[in-house]
């Protein structure tokens, strides 16, 4: 999993009677600024090519200026109830910490938190250009400008980024379409519930036709060193990332993810019922990268681990 940056933080800058204009802080990557100013690091964290990324904080209480992020920065709380503030220049927001509620600090913005227990929360490092694609490929017509938002309740979009954390399974291919997915997803959510102009987004009708879904399916059912990622799948349909998604999901019922994650489950019970493969062995083959993580991830969709599973059905 990707570790986070660290940049030194912007020193502010000492005034005489001749300046004019104080120098502007530079804005930093998300990741780089959380951590300065949490002064810990995340218990998980994922970030991709494309600058997005999901984090899983727990830190202390805080008393800090936010400085300047390059990215949108949006958290889903899963702590116990409590008060905090946010100063964002003379404005002041006070509002509750709890589950369900939504934060948002959109990209190149500052303000103080004061928040007096410790926290838990998932982040997600959204970059305007993300935010501007998906807007672009939905057909919305909507701002991108994302409002300001502290301990507004949004159980939906709340519930989506906290299940983040956990869907994390170690292997590659599935965590980086997860992500990719979810990315999208969070996007499309944050425009038609959190900008100046909120929009509906259209449903897409229809799905892929048996040739272009077939090239799909191929692509994912490749070995390990394919390009699984949605930009891929999309290109190869000559659709976007966003009509894609739909289209698939319309024609098969799952998204690419969950498409995935059913194929390589069923990969591993015909390994592990027809050969004498080891558990090793197999979580390398399907691109897990341990043992452990592929354990884990057996048993969160079969309730059982490999070796039991094997057990039983020999």
């Known amino acids: 999993m990707s570790k986070p940056i660290l940049r030194n933080s ?31 690091q995340p218990l998980r964290m994922a970030l991709d090519a494309s600058g997005a990324g ?9 008393h ?25 220049g ?3 927001a006070i509002g509750t910490f709890r589950p369900g509620v939504l934060i948002i600090i959109p990209e190149g913005s500052s303000s103080r938190w004061d928040i007096p227990k410790p926290v ?5 490092y959204l970059p305007h250009t993300t935010l501007k694609r998906v807007a672009d490929e939905a057909g919305t017509a909507t701002s991108t400008n994302l409002l300001e938002r502290t301990a507004h309740p949004d159980p939906i979009t709340s519930r ?37 102009s909120p929009t509906t987004i259209q449903p897409v009708m229809g799905g892929l036709s048996p040739k272009v879904l077939g090239r799909a399916i191929e692509r994912l059912r490749s070995d390990a060193d394919a390009d ?22 319309e024609s098969t019922g799952l998204s690419p993810h969950a498409w995935l994650r059913q ?3 069923e990969q591993a019970m015909k390994m592990l019922r027809d050969t004498d493969d080891s558990i090793v062995s197999i979580a390398a083959a399907l691109g897990y990268s341990s043992q452990t993580a592929f354990a884990a991830a057996f048993r969160k969709l079969t309730g059982e681990t490999p070796s039991d599973w094997r057990r039983r059905m020999r």
């Not at 020193?11 to 600024?33: F, K, M, Y």
């Open 10 to 40: 912007s020193q502010a800058n000492s005034h005489t009677a001749s300046d004019a204009e104080p120098s502007p802080i530079e804005s930093r990557a998300a990741e780089a600024e959380m951590a300065r100013v949490l002064h810990t």
């Open 54 to 62: 999901i984090a899983h904080w727990q830190h202390d209480p805080l």
């Open 64 to 88: 800090d200026v936010v400085e300047p992020m390059t990215h949108h920065v949006i958290m889903a709380y899963n702590g116990s109830v409590q008060r905090m503030e946010r100063r964002s």
């Open 90 to 92: 003379r404005s002041v």
């Open 120 to 124: 838990d929360v998932v982040q997600l």
């Open 160 to 196: 989506l980024l906290l299940s983040a954390s956990d869907v994390l399974d170690g292997n590659e291919a599935l965590d980086a379409l997860f992500r990719q997915q979810l990315t999208d997803l969070l996007a499309t959510r944050l425009l038609a519930a959190h900008t100046g």
């Open 228 to 249: 699984v990622s949605l930009a891929a799948l999309a290109s190869d349909a000559g659709l976007s990332r966003f009509h894609f998604c739909r289209a698939f999901k």
């Open 263 to 265: 194929h390589q489950l």
